[in-house]
């Protein structure tokens, strides 16, 4: 009986960690079709964006509807708190994230986005010092340097008071590791009561319609080729929905601390796919400063882990957030 318990956890850990690594894959190949479509179908991020999370929002709703039923999927809003943190939540933290993430892509490439936003965890660990009214421990000093470090070498390529980036890139995408702060600390509040695919749908829908009507997309004159819309449903479907649900579901089997090391696959894919398909160029200062922030990641998750006995990054980097086990909403 016990060979059996044993055989059937250890597939279960299998399954967790292709799962996670699978769904972060997903979203590493979200972005670098996003850098496709904004680089070779000349799509906008303020088109794009408001479309993707519009359409992931009504699945997932629709899903919802039918798994959960009317009452439990309309819940949070009969809640005024819950319908506040909701709020705050989808627009400040899902959807920003998101369109911010993108925009970073536009203006630069996918894995570059992907690395920016992978700083998120310097901001969660500013947060969580300043509310246990602490200061950073050693190691945490050491993975704020890295990531200085790692941004630095990135930006600039080693030549202080030059950028190797636009700026408006480097602002985005810092910006959007603020997001993922934002709904990191956030989301506990709504997925402890919530059923997080409902959380994050309708996360979706206020994003597409607050960005639709913010950047008038009706006005924008953009019709997508064949290639065009295969790509919004790729980044939809793939990068939205079934990263979403395979990150989540590997996430319960294998635990949110270990998950975070199998998500590296994200910014992984997202670089592979940048080279050797879409042709972009890094140099050996963007490949240090690759590795300097990956440190500062690996360093935040286990020195935490091992001083606290959990990990300091309650979620799952650019879009993904706690949900006892984890869950995601990348971009």
């Not at 369109?99 to 970073?104: A, D, G, P, V």
């Not at 009561?193 to 008038?216: E, K, N, T, Y």
Request: net charge positive; aromatic share 10%; hydrophobic share 50%.
């Amino acid at each position: 009986m016990s060979e059996v318990r044993t055989g059937t956890a250890a597939f279960g850990k299998r399954k967790g960690i292709i799962m996670t690594l699978a769904g972060a894959s997903c979203w590493g190949l979200s972005g670098s079709v996003g850098q496709y479509l904004f680089s070779v179908e000349n799509m906008d991020s303020r088109w794009l964006v408001p479309v993707r999370l519009g359409a992931a929002g009504i699945i997932l709703l629709l899903f919802c509807f039918i798994r959960f039923g009317k009452e439990q999927t309309l819940a949070p809003w009969k809640d005024r708190k819950k319908a506040r943190t909701l709020l705050v939540y989808g627009i400040a933290g899902v959807s920003a994230c998101q369109f911010l993430y993108f925009l970073t892509i536009q203006l630069s490439n996918a894995a570059m986005g992907t690395v920016l936003q992978d700083l998120a965890p310097i901001f969660i660990l500013g947060y969580t010092c300043l509310t246990d009214r602490r200061s950073p421990r050693v190691f945490e000093v050491i993975s704020i340097g890295l990531a200085l470090l790692g941004v630095f070498l990135l930006t600039t390529h080693g030549a202080a008071g030059t950028l190797a980036i636009p700026r408006s890139a480097l602002v985005s995408g810092i910006l959007s590791a603020v997001c993922v702060m934002v709904y990191n600390v956030v989301s506990p509040k709504l997925t402890r009561s919530v059923p997080v695919v409902i959380v994050q749908g309708w996360a979706f829908v206020m994003g597409g319609v607050l960005f639709s009507l913010i950047f008038r997309i009706w006005s924008i004159r953009y019709v997508p080729g064949p290639k065009g819309i295969l790509g919004i449903i790729f980044v939809v479907v793939i990068g939205n929905i079934a990263a979403f649900l395979l990150y989540i579901t590997g996430v319960s089997l294998i635990g949110p601390s270990k998950a975070i090391l199998y998500s590296f696959a994200e910014p992984v894919t997202a670089a592979l796919v940048s080279a050797f398909v879409l042709g972009t160029k890094y140099t050996v200062f963007d490949l240090a400063g690759f590795l300097c922030i990956f440190a500062m990641l690996w360093m935040i998750t286990f020195s935490s882990k091992m001083a606290d006995g959990e990990s300091l990054r309650p979620g799952i980097g650019r879009g993904k957030q706690e949900h006892t086990a984890g869950a995601g909403s990348r971009p």
